[in-house]
Nanobody, 121 residues
């Protein structure tokens, strides 16, 4: 079993900062990509940022220069540092991890339950 747990969401004023964390635990052989998605009310879930096991990163255009994704491979944890937050960043943020379990030759994707980020104007 693989468990993905996010934390760090909350309410912040525009221009403020938040740091999200996501810990992956369980029967893990390796973790490939780790990324953050978000879903605002009435909108589709969208990719915010992704990071490979080697540290390569990609960002949505809307967050470039404001958000930074990083990971600690020893702790199986991915972070999302969010600066200069805007009201349009308000959403539920989800962590996803592509994991190979000890019991499998294949990778699977695992999602967290989400953490709410609300940015007031």
């Amino acid at each position: 079993q693989v468990l993905v747990v996010e934390s760090g969401g909350g309410l912040v004023q525009a221009g403020g900062s938040l740091r999200l964390s996501c810990v992956v635990s369980g029967s893990i052989f390796s973790i490939n990509v780790m990324d953050w998605y978000r879903q605002a009310p009435g909108k589709q879930r969208e990719l915010v940022a992704k990071i490979t096991s080697g540290g390569s990163t990609n960002y949505a255009d809307s967050v470039k220069g404001r958000f930074t994704i990083s990971r600690d491979n020893v702790k199986n944890t991915v972070y999302l540092q969010m600066n200069n937050l805007k009201p349009e960043d308000t959403a539920v943020y989800y962590c996803r991890a592509v994991v190979r379990r000890f019991s499998s030759d294949y990778e699977g994707q695992y999602w967290g339950q989400g953490t709410q980020v609300t940015v007031s104007s």
